[in-house]
């Protein structure tokens, strides 16, 4: 049975997660979390961490009284990938978004719905800031 395109969304998040933990390369990370053969995480994961500080800086200048190093480190991976398919327009934006606000749902949501909404402004805030 092959692996839905969340599952590969989700395992890249999991690779970039790990590169902010580790400061390790993408591609040994890639390796190491994606033992499938995956390609679709893989180049969404070597994609988002090559492009790294122009998606990053995209981020931090959509956050409104915030900062980039204020979000936990899952939903900033989450917002990353995100930003990746709308910057690169690998997939529709309004795709992108409802992708990571599900993922944002089965990781870091407490079932007060905070994060989703944050995620769900920030992610909107990029797409404007993108023109998409």
Partial sequence: MSK???ESRIDAIKVIYSCHMNNTEAAQIAAAVITD????????ALGTMADIKAI???????????????LNVVDRSIVELATYEMKN???APAIAIN???????MYTDAGDKKEVKFNNKLLDNIRKQLGK
């Fill in 4 to 6: 839905s395109i969340r």
């Fill in 99 to 105: 992708e990571a606000l599900e993922i944002t749902k």
């Fill in 56 to 70: 990053d800086e995209i981020i931090a200048n959509a956050l409104v009284g915030y900062t980039l190093n204020r």
């Fill in 89 to 91: 327009d690998v997939v």
């Fill in 37 to 44: 053969g995956d390609d679709l995480a893989i180049k969404y």
